[in-house]
């Protein structure tokens, strides 16, 4: 039996941690990342109340059901279980994309005197212009996918690599953009599952979505369209 | 719970806009109409759905459940589906057919249609008021107690898979106890329970606005576990949410009165089964009117079915 050697790697943007030693192979659990900015940098748009609970609860929550997940699914794997297998994906598909997209979601809002709220500058708001005509339309639109959500779910500003074209896309539950499609590539998602915003803004959905846009992160979007469409 | 609409005609609102008024503390005895009819200014009968009070001041039920969740679960979001569904009635072919009735038409076999949402939702969230009681909790008794233990093993093992149910609903959604007296053949997309062990109790859980009326089951008791339900009173904590629901909020007394409708339907139902079985042995096979039937019992040369 192969004898690996034990490294502990530590990175801070995904959250990957020490490597564990197994019978074969080496299984990766996952950590949360830390936010960029303190829990009530957000305010008056999101409440620190709930980027606290948001984070610290939710967010951990997804990432210890998806590391123990991911130890079941391993040893199922190795024993060549595919029942087991099978059984996982859904708990895999939830947390781990609870993860993925809260992931993504921190890096997708920023403090106002970090730049968040400032429209896209560079390719990006070039390409909106295009593709809806405005900022102000997108928003628009975007919004009004996401108070038309039904349940618990994302709304999305994605890219599709294919086409080459931005496009407003909604996701049920913790299922990740990718899920839409292959192609896409998450620029910008917010969360509307009710823990997002019930504390502050209760059942008004639509109040949250309008004043979330002082506290999104273009940058951050802007940098990874740049890069995907090169 | 009312199985069908009633109509009462109202010559009392002289302003149709303003709807009912029904005030936030209603005292328990207050039963309003479900639905109620009313003349717009062009003298049209349009027929509503009306928010109905729980059966208890939106207080009673603290410390398990604040007021100001009963404020905006009921005041709010459980009034929205109810004006929701009421646009989205107005005008169409829904309109005037009870709640149930529209629930399964626009369940559409599993394509949801946009008014199921709305009606699921205010039929969803009258059944889970009326599940509670201020002082709720405890344990069955009687028959219900009876069938809990027949087809769980124990309320205890009962308690773990209703609470489990209603941990795992990923997302949006409500677990239930229901009766299973199903027939066959059941025109939807999603039945759970392939397997026909007819007439027990089962728990179901379901997503966003489904619930088991659109699998033919009767329902029993139900608990809400959209985080709106208990984000205000337990944050992220569902499973305390859920056992305070267990403890001190059921109300056996109305799952138990549902559970003797559940069994007086299926009754009902096993007996129009029968007749119609009955029917069907004798009608005639080729429009020959006279003992037809009687031929089934002969010996014959004939090929043709016998049924």
Known sequence: MAILSLATRKTLTLGLNSTRLTQSCALRTFSLPELPYDYGALEPAISGEIMQLHHQKHHQTYISNYNKALEQLHEAIQKGDSSTVAKLQSAIKFNGGGHINHSIFWQNLAPIREGGGEPPKGSLGWAIDTNFGSLESLIQKINAEGAALQGSGWVWLGLDKELKQLVIETTANQDPLVTKGAHLVPLLGIDVWEHAYYLQYKNVRPDYLKNIWKVINWKYANGVYEKESA | ?307
Not at chain 2, 87 to 95: F, H, R, S
Not at chain 2, 202 to 223: E, G, H, Q, R
Not at chain 2, 280 to 305: A, C, F, R
Request: charged share 30%.
């Open chain 2, 1 to 307: 719970m009312a199985a069908a609409a009633s109509m009462v005609a109202s010559s009392s609102f002289t302003f149709p806009s303003q709807g009912l008024r029904l005030p936030t503390r209603s005292h328990p005895c207050m039963k309003a109409q479900r639905r109620i009819l009313r003349k717009d200014a062009s003298n049209v009968i349009a027929a509503t759905y009306e928010l109905k009070p729980p059966p208890y001041p939106l207080n009673a039920l603290e410390p398990h459940m604040s007021q100001e969740t009963l404020e905006y679960h009921w005041g709010k979001h459980h009034r929205t589906y109810v004006k929701n569904l009421n646009k989205q009635v107005l005008g169409t072919d829904l309109e005037g057919l009870s709640l149930e009735d529209i629930i399964s038409v626009t369940y559409n076999r599993g394509d949801i249609l946009p008014a199921f949402n709305s009606a699921a939702q205010a039929w969803n969230h009258d059944f889970f008021w009326e599940s509670m009681r201020p002082g709720g909790g405890g344990k069955p008794s009687g028959d219900l107690l009876d069938l809990i233990k027949r087809d769980f093993g124990s309320f205890e093992r009962f308690t773990e898979e209703f609470k489990s149910a209603a941990a795992t609903q990923f997302g949006s959604g409500w677990a239930w106890l229901a009766y299973k007296a199903n027939r066959l053949g059941v025109e939807n997309a999603v039945n759970p329970w392939s397997s026909e062990n007819d007439k027990k109790l089962v728990i179901v859980k379901s997503p966003n606005a489904v619930n088991p009326l659109v699998w033919d089951y009767f329902p029993l008791l139900t608990i809400d576990v959209w985080e709106h339900a208990y984000y205000i009173d337990f944050q992220n904590r569902r499973a305390d949410y859920i056992s305070v629901f267990m403890e001190k909020l059921v109300s056996w007394e109305t799952v138990n009165a549902r559970l003797e409708k559940a069994k007086a339907r299926a009754a009902e139902r096993e007996m129009e089964e029968e007749r119609r079985k009955k029917e069907e042995e004798w009608k005639p096979t080729d429009g020959d009117e006279d003992d037809e039937g009687l031929e089934m019992y002969v010996d014959s040369d004939d090929d043709s079915e016998a049924e």
